[in-house]
């Protein structure tokens, strides 16, 4: 089994900055990819970004130039820079990760961008 524990979200104003991180831990052999969604009040989930292994990344439109995807092998950690938030930025971000063939999730942490 695989636990993954968010950190990092919070209250900001518009224009400002925040930096999510997910820890994994358990049995993790191989892992394919880890990432983030989000799920505002009434819409569906999306991707946020995702990392692949090797290095690859991919973001949503809404987020290019203003969120940043990274990780850190060695401690299985997945990090979401994200910089000039905006009121639409505004969800429970998830974490994700990928291995063996199986998607894992956070619990989710809350963001919410308000003056």
């Known amino acids: 089994q695989v636990q993954l524990v968010e950190s990092g979200g919070g209250l900001v104003q518009p224009g400002g900055s925040l930096r999510l991180s997910c820890a994994a831990s358990?049995?993790?052999?191989?892992?394919?990819?880890m990432g983030w969604y989000r799920q505002a009040p009434g819409k569906e989930r999306e991707l946020v970004a995702i990392?692949?292994?090797?290095?690859?990344?991919n973001y949503a439109d809404s987020v290019k130039g203003r969120f940043t995807i990274s990780r850190d092998n060695a401690k299985n950690t997945v990090y979401l820079q994200m910089n000039s938030l905006k009121p639409s930025d505004t969800a429970v971000y998830y974490c994700t990760l990928t291995t063996m063939g199986r998607l894992y999730w956070g619990q989710g942490t809350q963001v919410t961008v308000s003056s």
């Open positions: 990392i692949i292994n090797g290095g690859s990344t």
């Open positions: 358990g049995s993790i052999f191989s892992i394919s990819s």
